[in-house]
């Protein structure tokens, strides 16, 4: 199963458990760098809220460090959904399992305010940006804003496609 498909069915799979419906960025994530993907999420979903915390982490799993993701309530629950890493869960599960004790949280609006102002996706909280980070670079993941032209469904797929052929 390719890249492409193995999101298709996390989004199928997220609304037919009963979980919120959201559509995926046209990119695949990028490793490592979840507050891009978390921001690109969220400007993409309406109604999701975009999220930096500091779950336990670092290679022993003994230190904070700095994460981004995306929450949404639907039917009674709150939801998670990392972007970076796939995963979609209650967030009561999401914050046991990474053992996230700070947490920020930021409408679409306020993330957007935010990331012009800072020129970066994310982190913006002092508690965040002082935790462990994964090295980044992050002209990878923060691109100037540039209009593009809307192309067809057809050729968006074509040149996923031919990404994901280069990467392999």
């Given amino acids: 199963m390719n890249d492409d498909q193995l999101l298709k069915v996390i989004a199928l799979v997220g609304n037919l458990l009963d979980g919120p419906p959201f559509v995926l960025p046209p990119d695949p994530p990028i490793k490592h760098e979840c507050y891009g ?8 979903n309406p109604g999701w809220t975009l999220v930096h915390g500091t779950p336990m982490g670092g290679a022993n799993l ?53 990331a012009l102002r800072e020129q970066t996706p994310g982190p913006w909280d002092e508690t965040v940006i002082n935790a462990a ?24 797929l074509d040149k996923r496609s031919s990404k994901l052929q280069t990467r392999k």
Avoid: Q
């Fill in 133 to 156: 980070h994964v090295d980044v670079r992050p002209e990878v993941f923060w691109k100037p804003v540039t209009p593009k032209k809307r192309t067809s469904k057809k050729k968006r």
């Fill in 37 to 44: 993907n978390s921001f690109e999420f969220v400007m993409h």
């Fill in 62 to 114: 003994n230190e904070r460090i700095g994460h981004a993701w995306a929450e949404r309530e639907h039917n009674g629950v709150m939801w998670v959904y990392d972007p970076t890493s796939l995963y979609l869960l209650p967030a009561d599960d999401y914050y046991r399992g990474g053992r996230i004790n700070y947490a920020v949280r930021y409408s679409a609006i306020r993330a957007c305010v935010m």
